[in-house]
């Protein structure tokens, strides 16, 4: 019972200097994190390390806080996206492969904090959501704390400690935050069923969220014996399971589990991962590694992007130099499947957006497909490792070509009214020739 402490108690642990590493999404140490700013009158220079952060957080959003707390994170949400004028958060750039050991040979955690499962009858709890990095961490962290919660799904892979392994836990009884499916639209309609066509029973495939995403798995219903290698674990994914069109028998690694280095979303994903040993969350240094990607054939990776010019490169995580998202697994996942025997990578995208114009206030359409990226944008995915590109306007296979195939190919998926201009723009900016 001595590792039993109170949340009060939990955070007098926390000195000034410390670097604290949480979880990812649903799997942060949600009422730690809550009470984190009571205590700024007691410390400062506390670094907290996050990864889409689902809480609006005092210490993060107060900027009364911005002295005694900053926040690094591995990808943004719209927590850190709105708190950045505060001036104390920072983007971490990564590939989400290496996110752990990268940060690791940078600094090492004082504390980790995180959800996990109620013990059973072994001492073993469950990590529940995510091992992207956390388990790398809790190995390296001096103090570990848990907060263990009869609501966290327990799940199988490598996110099993005893609690002998643990230094402190926190009785918690909240709810897991969900993230609510968003139903697709018109546009996310139609290049769901683009990508769904070039989808072949027996493929394994990677999805993200969004809108594009669920258009694309509501849109293979009828396919038979996918596997599942993703990064995240999402509804759609469940809904096909439950379908069985994924039986994963086909895969040459994990036969027959679906794989994934977290899961996040509604309670029917959280109830359908809880206790199911088809399921398993596994080390995100090993799930997202292009080497492992590559070892199950006609590995099919499906990515968004933001913003792509016509020589293929794709900004899927800035709006020019402002952090709005993050890499995540988009280069390893599209590198890892392109590797895989008969692999495939796929980015998705609308051919516009409305987009506010400075000079008069009003929103206006704008070409999603650009001759030349933002000033600052961050290149994701570079030019050589983009394979398809799909707008609402078909699909461009840029494996092999030229950039003056490439221009031709890109911008005949782009909006037909922004077309003659972009060609116009490729010829000045030298791109092309006239």
Wanted: charged share 20%; hydrophobic share 40%; with cysteine.
């Amino acid at each position: 019972m001595a590792k039993y402490l109170s949340i009060s108690e939990a955070l007098s642990l926390v000195k000034s200097g410390d670097y604290i590493v949480t979880g990812l999404g649903a799997a942060e140490g949600r009422e730690f994190m809550t009470n984190l700013h009571t205590i700024a009158d007691h410390v400062k220079d506390v670094l907290v390390s996050n990864c889409l952060p689902m809480g609006a957080y005092e210490f993060i959003t107060n900027p009364e806080y911005k002295d005694v707390f900053t926040t690094e994170g591995w990808f943004y949400t719209p927590v850190l996206r709105k708190a950045q004028v505060n001036g104390n958060i920072s983007f971490i750039p990564n590939h989400l492969h290496l996110a752990a050991t990268k940060r690791l040979f940078y600094r090492t955690p004082d504390i980790y904090v995180g959800i996990a499962s109620m013990p059973d009858k072994h001492g073993y709890v469950s990590l529940s959501l995510s091992n992207t990095y956390e388990m790398k961490m809790i190995k390296a962290a001096k103090t570990v704390i848990l907060e263990i919660n009869p609501n966290a799904p327990r799940t199988f892979g490598d996110v099993q400690l005893h609690m002998n392994e643990i230094d402190y836990v926190v009785e918690v009884d909240y709810p897991i935050p969900e993230l609510a499916d968003v139903e697709p639209n018109e546009k996310d309609l139609v290049i769901g069923k683009i990508i769904a066509d070039m989808i072949n029973d027996g493929d394994c495939i990677q999805l993200g969220i969004g809108g594009i995403p669920n258009a694309v798995a509501a849109s293979l219903m009828d396919k038979k014996d996918l596997g599942i290698h993703t990064e995240m674990l999402t509804s759609g994914m469940v809904k096909l399971a439950k379908a069985g069109v994924i039986t994963g028998k086909y895969k040459q690694i994990h036969n027959g589990k679906m794989v994934a280095a977290f899961a996040m979303g509604p309670k029917e994903l959280y109830d359908y991962i809880d206790d199911n040993p088809a399921v398993a969350i596994l080390d995100g240094g090993y799930v997202n590694d292009p080497y492992t990607i590559m070892q199950n054939d006609n590995q099919v990776s499906i990515n968004t992007s933001i913003e792509v010019d016509l020589t293929g490169q794709c900004c899927s995580e800035s709006i020019g130099s402002r952090q709005f998202s993050g890499t995540g697994g988009q280069s390893d996942t599209a590198v890892g499947a392109q590797k895989s025997k008969n692999g495939r990578s796929i980015i998705a995208l609308y051919s516009t957006a409305m987009v506010k114009n400075p000079a008069t206030g009003e929103r206006e359409e704008v070409s999603k497909i650009v001759c030349q990226l933002k000033p600052g944008a961050a290149v994701s995915l570079s030019r050589n490792d983009v394979d398809y590109l799909v707008t609402e306007y078909g699909c461009a296979s840029l494996r092999g070509t030229s950039l003056a195939e490439r221009v031709n190919r890109i911008i005949a998926i782009a909006h037909p009214k922004f077309r003659e201009s972009l060609r116009e723009e490729a010829i000045a900016a030298g791109i092309i020739a006239k």
